[in-house]
Nanobody
Framework: QVQLVESGGGLVQPGGSLRLSCAAS????????MGWYRQAPGKQREGVSC????????YHADSVKGRFTISRDNAKNTVYLHMNSLKPEDTATYFC??????????????????WGQGTQVTVSS
């Protein structure tokens, strides 16, 4: 059984920064690509960022490219999402998952990954 626990969300002003964390239990972490996703009220879940398990390559959706950075610490079984220059349209619940892929500027998941419970990010003045 794999458990994912996100943290680090909160209220931030436009232009501000946050760092989200996703702590994973279970040995699956080191062999899985890990992704961050978000869902705003009334909208579909959207892929944000993806990090490869083998070489640490990272990929970001066009909507966050240049502002968000994904990283992982395999020793701590934790993946991070560093968010800078936040905009009101970044407001959403952010989830991590044990799957990600990328193509044509979008990030998406495949199969039936494990998901965390989510952490709320609100960007507002």
């Amino acid at each position: 059984q794999v458990q994912l626990v996100e943290s680090g969300g909160g209220l931030v002003q436009p232009g501000g920064s946050l760092r989200l964390s996703c702590a994973a239990s279970g040995s699956i972490f080191s062999i899985n690509d890990m992704g961050w996703y978000r869902q705003a009220p009334g909208k579909q879940r959207e892929g944000v960022s993806c990090i490869d398990s083998s070489d640490g390559s990272t990929y970001h959706a066009d909507s966050v490219k240049g502002r968000f950075t994904i990283s992982r610490d395999n020793a701590k079984n934790t993946v991070y999402l560093h968010m800078n220059s936040l905009k009101p349209e970044d407001t959403a619940t952010y989830f991590c998952a044990t799957s990600c892929a990328h193509a044509a500027g979008i990030v998406y998941y495949v199969g039936d990954p494990y998901w965390g419970q989510g952490t709320q990010v609100t960007v507002s003045s």
